[in-house]
């Protein structure tokens, strides 16, 4: 089974940028791919995805904000995130569409003044 680790999570201002990674340990060629974000009380929601031929959809909270891209060879997605608010505060995760695989442990988002 495929297994993800995500990475590049941190404490930013309103209005920062960050570039989260994530890693899978095999190939995701053909996988459709997203990002998924839990904030604490709040049921984990997908904010973004890309498919196989690199079509991509957000969730309306991120649109304009965030970009998703992917890297096959390198069996790597990440998450471009820009003009963070602070209700993007949450844990997020990559993971497989659709036929969901395990999760990782996340990557820590803060967005705070």
């Known amino acids: 089974q495929v297994q993800f680790v995500e990475s590049g999570g941190g404490s930013v201002q309103p209005g920062g940028s960050l570039r989260l990674s994530c890693t899978a340990t095999g190939s995701i060629f053909s996988i459709y791919m997203g990002w998924y974000r839990q904030a604490p009380g709040k049921q984990r929601e997908l904010v973004a995805r890309i498919t196989s031929n690199l079509l991509t959809r957000y969730a309306d909270s991120v649109k304009g904000r965030f970009t998703i891209s992917r890297d096959n060879a390198k069996n790597m997605v990440y998450l471009q995130m820009n003009s963070l608010k602070p209700e993007d505060k949450a844990v997020y995760y990559c993971?497989?569409?659709?036929?969901?695989?395990?999760w990782g442990q996340g990557t820590q988002v803060t967005v705070s003044s």
């Open positions: 993971n497989k569409i659709g036929l969901i695989g395990s």
